[in-house]
């Protein structure tokens, strides 16, 4: 009875006694920078930090508190830069001026700093204190802490993912005393963990200084709870609780330890019996284990269903009394075979990479609301999985992730390379490891915490050191399933790991033939034996959004899209940012669809990390995100329309092609894969041919079936001719499960089987020779198909898919076009459809095709097919443009209009359509153009670009050992 009376008590005050036993360290510190590195040496923690009370607000960091240097051209920045030619360019020269510098490569922070930097708060500890236990918790601190109590010095921490946390009670008593926390942001006097590690790297949150999170004062008893970590058993029904007591009464100690749990972010919380053990101690610290049964009634923990625990624990001793809730979720997770498991369901990945970018902040959120939000729209995307890219987020995040329901693989906080790397006998060698002990301790009982790699793409003896990783964490927890390094196709396989993060089964092969969704990533994956989870899928780039820039009203600006900007109105095209965004937007969501769908389509694809759903503001500008840094939406595809490619059920079709002619048949197979934890009953599915008003055209069934969980069914043929489709048309194929949300889709093209082009009245020819030129003299109609004879532009290589990761970080690598603007409203496209962008159908129109640089051209010119210029340069490009030249009108058009037409039914429709149009009425182009300048696009010689840097990203240097 006693028992019962005194746990009811403390469910009932436990909360206010909790509360008793912090004070809040949040507020004005006094500040001072030691750029010299002299303040050990003049013993600043002796005395006041400075006379000019000189403060800054915690948490937060120096640039958040607008302490440090001011940008300039001399800033040594925390990363890699590999195109220099910001620095030397002297088109560029006035963005390199003090008052006007606009740094194209990464987001422009308002101060930087590297160094040492003092903090110095005056604190009164309570009297109730007295004979407690003190600690100074620091949530996160950047990089490495040195703490002083009045003129004791305390010790030094060094973590970039968990708390600094020093224990003052010797050097503390009640009443006022000075606290100095010295910290060092250098890589050169902390640790390096590789200058491009998202942990420190100023392409991503920055290398700041400061501390950030919760600061506090804790007190605690002489013998309390030191670390509680839960080993779910969801087989026996049992949560294995380890416990771990300090005991610093110097005496001999007996108690007892009650432990109950209870579900709460459920219809159903349920409750667990509690478990009461006696202990006995005469040890500093002492471990004990104790089973608590859930029983029958367990709710899992899972993506579909993020029920959660939380365990209280009670310790009484005589006088003295501890507790500590902890929240943990009854899921196991495996690697078996070639899937990824998780409470016995296979489970496909399907993820993004978090690459620590806030822009706000400069530093991960430390509350969980904003983590809710991120995790909340990636759900809505159909992703299930987050990838922490060389570093590990804040306990919110964590927390966020299991109310979620999200699979995390945080990393340890480096990427090995790049001034530094693995297996050479480096402080990085012992630091990692240590590091992921740290993060095992603090976040080891979040369920969402379930994978973990060592970090990003290493470089030296690593492969043996990724071994004994792995080798050393499958014994010591089996909570979650590890892998060595997320790594590029290029990187050694790695033995040891559970499950494989590589490149090599990714991307697109539009450069070398059409598109199709016959192919998958067998080939590429059939010889692993672990799951393998495809690395940095994606990289797909869009034009930047412009009005994003009001945005960044935090610690750092866009400057870089204030220079693409500008850019861009210097070459008269200010008033296509809108539709060169919503143009190249919409070709990023294809290669992104066709590049998932792929891999759903590979039988025993465990699954994908993309990078990434958001764009990345670093490394050059990789504008890779179907949302921006701030994870809003740009307008071009919503999460509902990415979802019916990106989901637990996605419906797939094989196909061999995406444009027909109207004597074939269109020949299908139909697909779904349904990797959820209950089966479809009954499933109906049917498929459906839809014309562009979302008319049925032709539709069918698929025999009614149950479609088990983790399946990867076909469903069967689809067959249509195609003969009544006289008139060129885009159709839409679906295909869906009746009664559900479930459906995918697919358009493709039907074009006449013949077609008839009248140039009877239209001179044709390859330059503007003298025939073309008195021609245009005398009023008539020149069409010059330019394909292969453009030299102004000849430089600028166009593949259909766009810009990968960027040209800047890549050295200006092909293609440098990120997709086309169609002007389709106008009537040379009337018997042409299209609409404003490069559907698949401009495949054979586009790829490898030449381009012409209309620089030269007249002040608000347009071309009608304009394609999309890598924002570093902006220059203004045209495929397809009209003009009148003195009397006469011209078509010009660098799209290759005269071979193999029988078999290139696009090219031969655009030919139809251009001379029916100029044949017509309605030829009367808007703008006239001198020919002189027309002749100079197959004269004029382009300005090669220079990037100055002979650096390279790994993935540029041949034959390097990795």
């Not at 806030?358 to 729209?377: C, D, H, Q, S």
């Not at 309605?922 to 220079?946: A, G, N």
Request: glycine fraction near 6%; charge should be positive; include cysteine.
């Amino acid at each position: 009875m006693k028992k019962i009376l005194f746990c009811f008590l403390f469910a009932v005050l436990g909360p206010w006694l909790l509360a008793q036993q912090t004070v809040s360290l949040a507020g004005q510190w006094l500040f001072k920078i030691d750029r010299n590195n002299e303040g050990i040496a003049q013993e600043w923690f002796k005395h006041q930090l400075n006379d000019n009370n000189d403060c800054v607000y915690l948490p937060g960091s120096m640039l958040e508190n607008r302490k440090g240097d001011d940008i300039t051209l001399k800033t040594k920045w925390t990363a890699s830069i590999y195109d220099s030619s910001f620095y030397f360019n002297p088109a560029l020269a006035k963005y390199r001026q003090p008052d006007n510098l606009k740094i194209p490569f990464m987001l422009t922070p308002l101060k930087h700093y590297v160094g040492v930097a003092w903090y110095q708060k005056s604190v009164t500890i309570p009297s109730a204190w007295k004979k407690k236990k003190i600690f100074l918790f620091l949530e996160r601190a950047h990089i490495q802490t040195t703490v002083w109590v009045d003129n004791h010095k305390v010790g030094s921490q060094l973590s970039l993912t968990t708390p600094h946390c020093y224990d003052i009670t010797k050097y503390i008593s009640t009443g006022d005393h000075r606290i100095t926390i010295r910290i060092d942001n250098s890589l050169k006097t902390t640790i390096n963990p590789g200058k491009d590690s998202h942990s420190v790297t100023d392409q991503t949150q920055g290398n700041w200084n400061g501390i950030v999170g919760k600061i506090e004062l804790q007190a605690k008893p002489s013998i309390y709870f030191e670390n509680i970590q839960v080993f779910p058993d969801i087989n026996k029904k049992v949560a294995n609780i380890r416990i771990t007591l300090a005991n610093d009464s110097h005496k001999s100690v007996s108690g007892i330890i009650v432990l109950s749990a209870r579900s709460f972010n459920t219809d159903t919380p349920r409750g667990v019996p509690s478990v009461t053990v006696s202990f006995h101690t005469i040890n500093k610290t002492e471990q004990i284990n104790v089973s608590l049964p859930i029983g029958n009634q367990m709710q899992l923990w899972s993506e579909f269903s993020p029920t959660l625990y939380t365990l209280h624990a009670l310790l009484k001793a005589k006088d003295i009394i501890d507790q500590q809730n902890v929240e943990f979720g009854m899921r196991k997770i495996d690697a078996k075979g070639k899937w990824i498991y998780v409470n016995d369901i296979r489970t496909l990945m399907r993820g993004t990479v978090e690459n620590c970018v806030f822009p706000l902040t400069g530093y991960p959120p430390m509350n969980v609301a904003p983590w809710e939000r991120i995790f909340k729209i990636c759900k809505s995307f159909g992703i299930n999985h987050m990838r922490f890219h060389s570093y590990c987020p804040p306990e919110a995040a964590f927390k966020a992730a299991d109310l979620a329901g999200v699979y995390l693989q945080p990393e340890g906080p480096s990427w090995p390379n790049h001034g530094v790397s693995l297996g050479r006998g480096l402080p990085i060698d012992t630091f990692l490891l240590s590091e992921t002990k740290r993060m095992d301790k603090a976040y080891g009982n979040y369920p969402s915490f379930c994978m973990l790699a060592a970090g990003n793409e290493p470089r030296g003896n690593w492969v043996p050191w990724a071994s004994k990783f792995v080798n050393y964490w499958k014994e010591t927890d089996k909570r979650r399933i590890y892998t060595g390094f997320s790594v590029g196709g290029s990187w050694a396989w790695q033995p040891a790991n559970q499950y494989q993060v590589k490149a090599g089964a990714r991307g697109l092969n539009w450069v070398n033939q059409r598109p199709e969704t016959m192919s998958d990533f067998r080939q590429e994956i059939d010889t692993i034996k672990e799951p393998y989870i495809s690395h940095e899928t994606g990289q797909w780039c869009a034009f930047p959004d412009f009005s994003e820039i009001e945005k960044y009203t935090g610690v750092t600006r866009a400057k870089n899209f204030e220079l693409f900007r500008d850019l861009l109105a210097k070459n008269d095209m200010a008033d296509m940012a809108q539709d060169f965004l919503m143009a190249s937007g919409k070709l990023q969501v294809l290669c992104y669809k066709n590049e998932i769908e792929k891999i759903l389509r590979t039988p025993s694809y465990a699954g994908f990390q993309l990078l990434s759903l958001t764009d990345y503001p670093g490394q050059g500008t990789a504008l890779v995100g179907v949302l921006d840094p701030f994870w809003d939406e740009k307008g071009y595809v919503t999460p509902s329309q990415f979802r019916h490619f990106c989901n637990a059920t996605v419906p797939l079709v094989r196909m061999p092609k995406f444009v027909y002619k109207s004597d074939e048949t269109l020949h299908a197979t139909a697909e779904i894969i349904h990797y959820t934890n209950q089966p479809l009953i009954n499933a109906c599915p049917v498929w459906r041919i839809k014309d562009a008003y979302g008319n049925v055209l032709k539709q069918g069934k698929f025999p009614a079936q149950t479609i088990p969980a983790g399946s990867h069914l076909t469903l069967g043929a689809i067959d249509v001719s195609l003969k009544s489709f006289t008139v060129p048309c885009k159709l839409d194929l679906e295909v869906a499960l009746q009664g559900t949300s479930i459906k995918n889709n697919w358009n493709f093209w039907v074009y006449p089987d013949t077609l008839t082009i009248d140039t009877t009245h239209i001179y044709v020819c390859h330059t503007l020779n003298q025939k073309a030129e008195r021609i245009l003299n005398e009023g008539g109609k020149v069409l010059l198909l330019a394909a292969g004879h453009v030299e102004y532009g000849k430089d600028i290589i166009q593949y259909y898919q766009p810009v990968f990761w960027n040209t800047s970080w890549f050295k200006m690598r092909p293609p440098h076009t990120t997709g086309v603007y169609i002007n389709n409203h106008h009537p040379i496209f009337q018997n042409f459809v299209t609409g404003y962008w490069g559907n698949l159908q401009w495949w054979e129109l586009l790829n490898h095709a030449q381009v012409m640089q209309l620089t030269d051209f007249p002040k608000g010119f347009h071309p009608l097919v304009q394609p999309i210029d890598t924002w570093f340069l902006s220059r203004k490009l045209g495929m397809l443009f009209e003009a009148q030249v003195g009397k006469g009108r011209i078509v010009v058009t660098s799209i290759d209009l005269e071979h193999h037409l029988n078999q290139r039914p696009v090219a031969r429709q655009l030919l139809y359509s251009i001379t029916q149009y100029m044949n017509s009425s309605r030829f009367y182009p808007q703008y006239s153009v001198s020919i002189q300048t027309i002749k100079e696009l197959f004269t004029k010689s382009s300005r090669q670009f220079k990037t100055y840097t002979h650096d390279a990203p790994d993935e540029l240097k041949k034959g390097q050992q990795k």
